[in-house]
């Protein structure tokens, strides 16, 4: 079964091969009841941020589950805004807080800019927050440290800066918006790319051509969208708060044809390129 499989980090560490999603899931009950579905449904592999302001209802969920903590993968992030070692350090302490845990298995810096300043120069910031994430490391606080939304050139800073690969880069990746510069680079490099937003937030879930490609599997447009991301490598990261569309989201076990994977690959402009936002 797909969520039993897991990818493997250039550090070692195991994560599951798809995790539920939590951008923009309201803290409180949206949050805990569906959290409290993907544990139930199996999802191993819990994806949150500081920014989203609903860390402790996903630290809820996941003591009312009575799972093993050390069962369950949770990814949290740095916010975009906080450019600084101490800042990382202390925003660190309070994600760690909120989750109620001794240590995080994933930390991310959520942006190399703030989202109030796309495509402004934080090298400096961003070195800086990279320090202090390997140090947290280093201690054991963190399982693995990555990145979100950057491209080569913020990466290739923090590596010439520390010698320290990051370990995933969470982009925005589905059919038709597969950014082939950024992944490529990571996958040379032993980078995981782990797809946030495989439905084009809902953007592609109408699609004809998806439709029918569906149809022929027959299966869902939502399940072509993970499978995809799947085969080529990725790790998605479906959300919902819906219960049934948790648990059906974990359903994609078949297999694409090399011709269809080729296909889907080439197709474009499915779902707007919108700026990065995680």
């Not at 903590?69 to 350090?89: C, D, Q, V």
């Not at 390997?134 to 963190?142: C, D, F, S, T, V």
Request: include cysteine.
């Amino acid at each position: 079964m797909i969520q039993k499989e897991k990818f493997t980090l250039s550090n070692g560490i195991k994560i599951p091969t798809v995790g539920l999603g939590t951008w923009q899931t309201k803290d409180g009950e949206d949050a805990y009841n569906s959290v409290k579905w993907a544990l139930e449904a199996g999802y191993r592999h819990i994806d949150t941020a500081y920014t989203y302001g609903n860390e402790a209802s996903v630290a809820k969920a996941i003591k009312d589950s009575k799972i093993d903590r050390k069962e369950i993968f949770i990814t949290t992030k740095l916010p975009a805004n906080i450019k600084t070692y101490e800042g990382t350090l202390s925003h660190f302490t309070q994600s760690l807080n909120h989750l109620e845990t001794e240590y995080i298995d994933l930390y991310l810096i959520h942006a190399p800019w703030p989202w109030t300043n796309v495509g402004e120069d934080c090298t400096e910031g961003n070195i800086a927050c990279w320090k202090a994430m390997i140090e947290l490391y280093n201690a054991g606080k963190i399982k693995a440290i990555g990145v979100s939304n950057f491209h080569p050139k913020d990466i290739e800073a923090l590596i010439e800066a520390t010698g320290v690969v990051p370990m995933v880069n969470q982009i925005r990746y589905f059919i038709g918006n597969t950014q082939d510069k950024i992944t490529t680079y990571c996958k040379e490099r032993n980078i995981l790319i782990e797809a946030y937003s495989p439905f084009a937030t809902g953007e592609i879930l109408e699609n004809e051509k998806l439709f029918h490609m569906a149809k022929k599997y027959n299966t869902t447009i939502p399940k072509i969208c993970l499978r995809f991301c799947y085969q080529n490598g990725t790790l998605p990261l479906p959300k919902s708060i819906h219960k049934e569309r948790i648990f059906d989201n974990l359903e994609f076990d078949f297999e694409i044809t090399k011709e269809d994977m080729e296909y889907l690959n080439s197709l474009s402009g499915i779902g707007s390129i919108k700026p990065l936002r995680s």
